[in-house]
């Protein structure tokens, strides 16, 4: 496991609402998970988890609004390697994302993308926020768990 007690500056970015700006946060945060010590496969990981949490504030969020933004920020701190994406869109409720895995939405796409981000980070926290829109937070340990 990666080790970083003294944390880092947050990388902050205005991305727009467009499938280009979803490759553009998946390679800015494997670039910092690498810097951050992690391997690259685990870097690798998290660079899913984010774009498919970026895919969800561009298309189900901002709705491709070329007036909305994503924002992005990647940082380090008491050994946590934490992303947080919020979008500018009505917002949504974690408890109402579909369980992938039940019998009865085997065949649908809805809450995969959530399923994966669960599978490959510590730890998922969605917020309101005010007036409008969603905050994503992401975790993964730096140190041992």
């Known amino acids: 496991m990666p080790t ?3 944390g880092t500056q947050p990388f902050e970015q205005d991305l727009d609402s467009t499938l280009e700006a979803v490759d553009k946060a998946e390679a800015i945060v494997v670039e910092q998970a690498m810097k951050a010590g992690f391997d690259e496969d685990e870097a690798h990981q998290i660079g899913m988890a984010v774009r498919e949490c970026v895919v969800n504030a561009v298309v189900h969020g901002n709705r491709y609004s070329a007036h909305k933004k994503v924002h992005f920020t990647v940082f380090s701190r008491d050994n946590r390697f934490t992303i947080k994406i919020a979008d500018q869109g009505e917002g949504f409720e974690l408890t109402a994302v579909p369980d992938p895995l039940a019998e009865e939405n085997l065949l ?7 399923f994966l981000i669960r599978a490959f980070m510590d730890s998922l926290e969605v ?4 007036p409008h ?7 993964k340990a730096l140190g041992p768990a």
């Open 4 to 6: 970083n007690p003294n």
């Open 108 to 114: 649908r796409h809805s809450g995969r993308g959530m």
């Open 127 to 130: 917020k309101k926020l005010s």
């Open 133 to 139: 829109g969603t905050e994503v937070t992401l975790t």
